[in-house]
């Protein structure tokens, strides 16, 4: 057998089926690839030539090299930069209040806000929550690219030094291509809070975060990168929104809101967004209330504005361009005026001028009776003064217990911080001071009925010779009543009856009326020779309404800080304590009815009602008064001229009682009629014949000897037990009084 093995043939299964074969075919193998030729190497030049080549090469790259590396190095600087700002950022919420002083909000006697002082802010509100109409404008007008750029748009940069360049500037000078988020930075003061001892005051603080210095900017760009990688947009936004200054003392878009429009910064339609929106680019120029219609046309361009970047439709623009944002009511008053610098004055200054809390204060403000002075004022002197009249006028109206319910300063009657007339004008009061001559012998037990003889009269003081008033005609009445005496302001009469009951009682009388300032000394004091304001005069004459108790004028109600339930403090005014007897209160009330209804004051009745009142002309008519009050209020008005310049045929019972008398029309409108508390006089006892010891009592002595007793306790005692008083007296003659 040969050992090599026989090859076995074929099944008909293997064939029938194509069995494959069990052979191993042997793998051909891959074509070896065939390698591409090597490039011959560069020849480089020789000579010269290379080496300048070289040079150029190594110059490039050594640029390269440094640049690149001083970039990434510059990128490391920034991201350092950013990082530290980054971690020295707080929290959102404590930079939405960024006040360095509290506000003062002032509530009128209906509990609605009359005006406003301080910083003001509304309170906190977010990019979320108000209205996205107001969103909406401060993007279109501020920055429209705010939600795609990283805090620096180098397209608005690069398109304000084009318009910088193209109008004549340097490249950063004017516009600044500044981004919301910039602009927030510089709010911060690039997070530098004012610091009262550093030795700057708060103006040069802000002043200094307003620096426009090539350093500052690059500090700012670099800060409004790290807020933007600390806080989201919206966040951002928010802060603006909350810091911003908006004109009219409002700090943040919700105390614009309610400052112009009385409303919520969420609830604001287009055309109050864009007024406000339109305020950022300067606040105090574009206000509304400095100037409504510069500030309307810049809310037009708002406007227009957000309709070309899609956030109104051409009918939602149309609608707002033809009905402008309208001012509410405090608005229109002007941050309250006269009457809010008043009561800012009298309430302590660490809670009202110089406060560092929100603080809110309850008046006594009407501002129906407001609007009655002012229309009252304005329309005597556009109907009944000639025009260019550089006259002023003054009007003060309250109720008995001393509550201001108007006040009018001057004839401007829509500013803030002007000089006010009313309460800080010394002028010589006149006639006007007569009725607490009267109010001093009512007081003493004579009655209004008891004559007085108006005939020449000389009055010698020591040091001064002899002084003779005279009346405003020249002229003399004889025998007359008191009642008659003052309701045609007779001269004469009344300086009888000063020396008659003193001059120191009748200068304790107006002074517990609250007459304050220093009363004449001589003779010429009951002809109104002192001077006083008109707040103090009408005060003095509300003591004579409510019965005869004095009353300290008062606005301030009380005062509360936002946020508690209790007030602070309540009003320091109100009605004090009694002058002169209820009874002699009511004869004096008798009185002055007759200088309205018989009388100088002819001129201020009005409406069938009882009215009471007295007219004051000073020496050549510097000054002229009308003073008086129905049942329900008191109101005085004062006329002249700042620079004392004589009146031209005005007396106090002319023009002053004339806006007296539109103001008092005004001001009753609906209040039903009531009588003045007012009483009937007994029968005439007594004639002054012109000396104290003149006096010539009628019937019955033991009312003359009433007369004599001074109403001082202490002297009335020293009288009692040693027969000595204080009536009469000397002094200094004064200027000489005239008055219809």
């Given amino acids: 057998m040969s050992d090599s093995p026989k090859r076995r043939s074929p099944l008909v299964a293997d064939k029938r089926y194509g069995r494959k074969s069990t052979t191993t075919k042997v793998a051909a193998k891959p074509k070896a690839k065939a390698k591409k030729p090597r490039k011959a190497p560069r020849q480089r030049r020789g000579g010269i030539l290379g080496l300048l080549s070289a040079l150029v090469r190594w110059f490039f790259r050594l640029i390269w090299v440094t640049v690149s590396r001083s970039v990434l190095l510059g990128f490391a600087v920034l991201a350092l930069i950013v990082g530290y700002f980054y971690t020295t950022l707080p929290p959102v919420e404590e930079l939405l209040d960024g006040r360095a002083k509290g506000s003062v909000t002032m509530l009128d006697n209906n509990n609605e806000v009359y005006a406003w002082r301080g910083d003001q802010f509304g309170g906190a509100v977010t990019a979320e929550k108000v209205s996205p109409h107001l969103k909406n404008a401060v993007i279109a007008t501020e920055d429209k690219r705010f939600y795609k750029h990283f805090g620096l748009s180098p397209r608005g940069i690069a398109s304000a030094v084009r318009i910088n360049l193209s109008e004549g500037r340097g490249p950063l000078s004017g516009h600044g291509g500044s981004t919301i988020t910039q602009q927030t930075a510089k709010l911060l003061c690039l997070g530098e809070p004012f610091d009262p001892s550093a030795g700057k005051t708060e103006a040069e603080y802000e002043a200094e975060c307003r620096r426009g210095s090539l350093k500052r900017k690059a500090k700012e760009a670099v800060y409004a990168m790290a807020m933007e990688a600390k806080y989201s947009k919206n966040e951002i936004l928010s802060i603006y929104l909350n810091r911003a200054y908006m004109g009219g003392g409002a700090y943040g878009a919700e105390a614009a809101a309610q400052r112009f429009f009385g409303k919520s910064a969420a609830t604001l339609d287009p055309a109050e967004a864009a007024t406000i929106a339109g305020l950022l680019t300067a606040p105090s120029i574009l206000s509304p209330t400095s100037n409504l219609e510069r500030s309307r046309n810049r809310a037009a361009i708002v406007l227009r504005l957000m309709k070309e970047q899609g956030y109104l439709s051409d009918e939602e623009e149309a609608v707002a361009q033809a009905s402008p944002a309208e001012l509410s009511d405090a608005a229109e008053a002007r941050a309250g ?30 501002p129906r009776m407001q609007r009655a ?244 002309t000073t020496s050549a008519a510097k000054d002229a008064w009308f003073i008086g009050f129905s049942a329900d209020y008191v109101a005085g008005v004062w006329m002249g001229y700042d620079d004392n310049t004589p009146l031209k045929g005005v007396t106090g019972g002319g023009l002053p009682a004339e806006i007296w008398r539109e103001v008092m029309t005004r001001v009753h409108e609906g209040v039903p009629l009531k009588p003045l508390p007012m009483a009937e006089p007994a029968p005439a006892q007594v004639v002054f014949q012109g000396d104290v010891n003149e006096i010539a009592p009628i019937g019955d002595t033991s009312r003359s000897q009433q007369k004599q007793r001074p109403t001082n306790i202490i002297d009335q005692v020293l009288q009692d037990i040693f027969g000595v008083g204080s009536n009469g007296g000397s002094g200094s003659s004064g200027s000489q009084g005239r008055d219809r």
């Fill in 337 to 366: 005026g006269y009457f809010a610098d008043w009561v800012m004055s009298t309430g302590p200054e660490f809670f009202t001028r110089n406060t560092t809390e929100d603080v809110i204060i309850r008046t006594t403000l009407d």
């Fill in 373 to 616: 002075a002012v229309a009252g004022l304005n329309w005597i002197f556009e109907n009944k003064v000639s025009e260019g009249s550089k006259a002023q006028a003054a009007i003060v109206v309250m109720s008995a217990d001393g509550a201001v319910r108007a006040m009018v300063g001057g004839r401007k009657t829509k500013v803030s911080g002007a000089f006010n007339r009313a309460t800080q004008a010394l002028r010589q009061t006149g006639s006007a001071f007569k009725p607490f001559v009267y109010a001093a012998a009512l007081d003493l037990g004579y009655s209004p009925n008891d004559l007085v003889d108006d005939s020449p009269y000389c009055v010698y003081t020591p040091g001064s010779g002899e002084w003779c008033p005279k009346n405003y005609t020249n002229l003399f009445v004889g025998q007359t009543t008191m009642t008659n005496a003052l309701a045609q302001s007779l001269n004469i009469p009344a300086v009888k009856i000063s020396e008659s009951v003193g001059r120191e009682t009748v200068s304790a009388v107006a002074s517990q009326f609250g007459i304050k300032n220093d009363l004449a000394a001589g003779p010429a004091l009951a002809l109104g020779a002192s001077e006083s304001t008109l707040i103090e005069m009408t005060g003095a004459f509300a003591g004579i309404l409510n019965g005869g108790s004095s009353v300290t004028p008062y606005g301030l109600v009380d005062l509360t800080l936002r946020g508690d339930s209790e007030p602070l403090m309540g009003t320091g005014g109100g009605i004090g304590e009694r002058v002169i007897q209820e009874s002699a209160a009511r004869q004096l009330i008798y009185m002055m009815e007759k200088v309205v209804s018989e009388g100088t004051g002819q001129r201020a009745q009005f409406g069938g009602r009882q009215l009471a009142g007295k007219t004051g």
